[in-house]
């Protein structure tokens, strides 16, 4: 099993870990074709921050959780790789004890490039894609 967040989480704290599944199923191509599903996934999180965060719901004593995700799947029909596709997460998740659950989480690109912003409000994330910040 896959291990995606370790609790408590504390300030130099690390999480590395991997894990896989395969799928074995039938496509219909007219015919059922055998065919199989591998996902393998690798998770690099570190708790590299602490401090105050302020969001429109309220000021929360956060950790920052800096993690990497990577994803890679293959799909073979009859044997033969039809489709592989990989894929990387890069993202900041702001951790508070008073919600229990994070109330931020910023998607970035590889170079830290803010992709998206969420935060959290009444159990439910609101969004906001591609932002363009201002420079103070």
Do not use: H
């Not at 704290?13 to 074995?24: N, Y």
């Amino acid at each position: 099993p896959l291990t995606k967040y370790k609790f408590p989480m504390t300030l130099g704290s690390e999480l590395i870990d991997s894990g896989s599944t395969t799928i074995d199923t039938l496509i219909n191509l007219g015919f059922p074709v055998s065919a199989t599903i591998s996902i393998n996934y690798r998770i690099n999180s570190i708790i590299d921050a602490s401090g105050s965060v302020k969001t429109p719901t309220g000021t929360y004593d956060c950790v920052r959780d800096k993690r990497v995700e990577y994803t890679d799947m293959n799909v073979n029909i009859l044997g033969m790789n039809v489709y592989s596709t990989k894929d990387t997460l890069y993202q900041y998740n702001y951790w508070t004890k008073a919600k229990k659950w994070n109330v931020i989480e910023i998607t970035t690109d590889q170079k830290d490039k803010i992709k998206s912003i969420g935060y959290l409000l009444n159990k439910l994330y609101i969004f906001a894609k591609q932002i363009k910040l201002k420079s103070l």
